[in-house]
């Protein structure tokens, strides 16, 4: 039963039932199509009350049938929207909970609307680069005024119901239900039984809330001010032409208009991008051999080691999220300079007007902090963010192992250790997992969850459902060096090397990346995040892998003292207290006489190559990692990249880019550097995942 049908004395009441949101699935829309034609071919029937079961009149689409030919089957929702506009007894939408796009749509075509207060109501389309679809551009100006419908269409927000029915001349909620809404929904109805006409929002004129408002003023006005704000996604501007058709076209022309408006969106990369985002963050909240039903701890205290830079912004997400923390660290100074950072930060937000004051007082009581392992023994969950030392490491987990009762999850916030070595200082491997935070922790939304060799499926299942508490985005990976986001920024930096040795200037590199849409360039990353890190690193491949060619221009930099923004030098310069980079005439004349060393060729490279080199160089290591079973899914690759590492949202992460590029091309692009000599032939040799996909002409997707 997807939708149910009743009829309580003469009035009948389809309730949408297809959780958890009532989507309009096929079964869903056939459903309460028959439930009309009842109602029709009942004569003791006066009117028809249309509402949703459980937590929702009806979020929408059902999301299980996207892309499927389900979607568009007969009725689809064009049609069950015209069955029940084209009723003969008054049909009414009680509304309530949650309402949102192809459901407000559905309501727009009933002849009446009441509502609970509180329901949110939406058109969010445009959050996956869509516009509504099925009449929402052209009815629900008509119902609730031209200037507030744009505003939710462009926005795709949530409006509160009874906020929307306080719009000045709004005919989108006849009434505001305080009570039980069935029952006041079925008074409704009766009262409005015997009406004739049936009023129908497709009949009216979409009006501007404000009478004196000039059409043409109005909405070339809008459009300056969307166009400035939605840059790389051309869906806001497609939905304030559809409400602009509202308005000058007739209700089948602006139908027709926001066809064509929505079936050119559904073409475009960045809408394709947005969906690919969209179900790339559902399916990582997913572990292939981690049922649903795993059985999870319970989660109520958590405790963290380490007061330093990452382990007060990891408490915060927890205060956050009201859960009470202890801090511990080895001595009483550190600990103050971290209780500190955190009440700097929550005081920062307060000024902002981003916190109110109580909710900070609320958060601070919930942290403590101690010296003394005693005190974090009953912690549920214990965090270690200590010095990125193994010894360091070792002494933490073997305290921990013995202090901690039995059944407490043990976390690692290590960016570059062995999660399993980590494990094995303890008695209790199966309870140890890594839980990689982004810097700052309190802000960035990616969470690495490492996953050991031992780790216990129970512990993975509850660390999933934890991020989401604290709302992060986790995606699981394997133990290697560097995990799935930093193993892949190593090639990519090899790479910004490469194009130093080149000819490249730094900035030149960074702009070009830039404008293809990251948030910051290799050399402006490394600059902020501390270049002495990757020399670190770099120091230890050496002794590795001797045969592995570097670009020795980082090393260089290093060497003197320029570590980035901490030293007010890298691979820019700074002015104090400013994070502005400037280009460095002393780097400039660094990489010149380097570059004379090696006897390249020196030539002007394109934005497009300088871009292929680096993203490539990320889309190559990525097809390692799925391969070696590190990372889970190629769309999880993608998770890591946009919320972990600034990749531009519209191309949808490096792989859903190599895909819309073409893994054919891909190669082909990859061949071509590999030929250069100033290059290095082995990077390019394609991972052998992306030549069997290439070979059987597939996809990452
Ligand atoms: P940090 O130096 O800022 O802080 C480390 C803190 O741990 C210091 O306050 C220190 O007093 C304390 N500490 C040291 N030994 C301790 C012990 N035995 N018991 C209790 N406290 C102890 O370092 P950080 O940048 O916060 O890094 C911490 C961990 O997080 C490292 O493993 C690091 O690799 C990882 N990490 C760092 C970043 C980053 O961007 N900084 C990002 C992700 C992960």
């Not at 927000?157 to 006041?184: H, M, N």
């Amino acid at each position: 039963m997807t939708a149910s049908y009743e009829v309580r004395g003469n009035v009948a009441v389809i309730t949408l039932n297809n959780p958890p949101v009532n989507g309009l699935g096929f079964d869903t829309r056939k459903a309460a199509a028959e439930g009309i034609a009842k109602a029709e071919a009942d004569a003791t029937v006066a009117a028809v009350v249309i509402t949703g079961a459980g937590k929702a009149f009806s979020g929408g689409a059902d999301i299980r049938e996207f892309g499927s030919p389900k979607a568009l089957a007969e009725p689809n929702l064009l049609s069950l929207i015209a069955v029940v506009e084209n009723c003969t007894k008054p049909v009414i939408a009680a509304i309530h909970t949650v309402c949102m796009g192809g459901g407000l749509e559905l309501s727009l075509g009933c002849h009446y609307r009441v509502a609970a207060p509180g329901a949110k109501i939406a058109l969010p389309e445009v959050k996956l680069g869509l516009l509504p679809g099925a009449g929402g551009t052209q009815r629900l100006p008509r119902a609730l005024g031209v200037e507030p419908a744009l505003n939710m269409i462009v926005t795709g927000e949530p409006v509160a119901s009874e906020l929307l029915a306080q719009v000045p001349g709004q005919q989108l909620f006849q009434k505001i239900i305080t009570g039980d809404l069935l029952e006041g929904a079925i008074a409704f109805a009766r009262e409005v039984a015997d009406q004739r006409p049936l009023p129908k929002v497709r009949e009216r004129k979409a009006r501007f809330t404000n009478p004196e408002a000039s059409p043409e003023a109005y909405f070339q006005f809008a459009r300056n001010m969307v166009g400035g704000m939605s840059k790389n996604f051309p869906a806001p501007l497609r939905c304030l032409e559809a409400v602009a058709a509202a308005v000058t076209m007739k209700f089948e022309d602006g139908l027709r208009a926001e066809r064509e408006g929505f079936a050119q969106l559904m073409l475009t990369p960045e809408s394709k991008a947005l969906r690919h985002a969209f179900f790339a963050e559902r399916a990582a909240s997913k572990i292939g051999d981690v049922p649903e039903d795993t059985p999870q701890r319970k989660i109520e205290k958590v405790a963290v080691i380490g007061a330093g830079t990452m382990g007060g912004g990891i408490a915060m997400n927890f205060l956050n999220a009201g859960l009470p923390v202890t801090i511990l660290e080895t001595r009483q100074d550190a600990l103050d300079r971290g209780l500190a950072t955190i009440r700097r930060n929550y005081e920062a937000q307060v000024k902002k007007g981003k916190l109110k004051e109580d909710k900070y007082q609320q958060r601070m009581a919930l942290l403590t902090s101690t010296l003394n392992y005693a005190d974090i023994r009953d912690a549920d969950l214990v965090i270690e963010a200590v010095f990125e030392e193994l010894s360091v490491k070792e002494a933490v987990f073997k305290q921990l192992d013995e202090v901690m009762k039995p059944g407490a999850i043990l976390a690692s916030n290590t960016s570059t250790l062995d999660v399993n070595r980590i494990a094995g200082f303890t008695q209790r491997p199966q309870d140890v997992v890594g839980l990689h935070f982004f810097s700052p922790a309190n802000v960035m939304k990616l969470l690495e969850v490492v996953r050991g060799a031992a780790t216990a499926k129970e512990v993975l299942a509850t660390v999933m459902a934890v991020a989401k508490k604290i709302k992060k985005t986790a995606v699981v990976s394997g133990v290697c060096d560097g995990f799935i986001g930093n193993r892949m920024i190593e090639q990519y930096s090899r790479q910004a090397g490469f194009l130093l040795d080149e000819g490249c200037t730094p900035q030149q590199v960074d702009r070009a990346i830039e404008k293809f849409g990251f948030a910051m360039g290799p050399f402006r990353m490394g600059d902020l995040a501390g270049n002495d890190i990757g020399w670190a690193i770099r120091k230890r491949r050496y002794q590795e892998k001797p045969n592995l060619r570097y670009s020795k221009s980082a090393d260089l930099l290093c060497e003197l003292g320029r570590f980035g923004q901490k030293t007010q030098a890298g691979w820019y310069d700074y002015r104090e207290g400013k994070r502005d980079a400037i280009p460095s005439p002393v780097v400039e004349a660094m990489l010149a006489k380097h570059r004379a060393t090696l006897g390249h060729a020196q030539r002007q490279i394109g934005d497009e190559e300088i871009v292929h080199r680096l993203v490539y160089a990320l889309v190559n290591e990525a097809a390692h990692l799925l391969e070696e079973g590190i990372a889970q899914r190629a769309s999880d690759v993608d998770m890591v990249y946009l919320t972990g590492y600034g990749f531009p949202l519209w191309r949808g992460g490096p792989m859903c880019y190599a895909d819309t590029v073409g893994l054919f091309n891909v190669v082909q692009t990859m061949q071509r550097f590999a030929r250069n000599p100033a290059d290095d032939a082995a990077f390019w040799e394609p991972a052998p995942l992306i030549q069997r996909l290439v070979a059987q002409g597939k996809s990452f997707s």
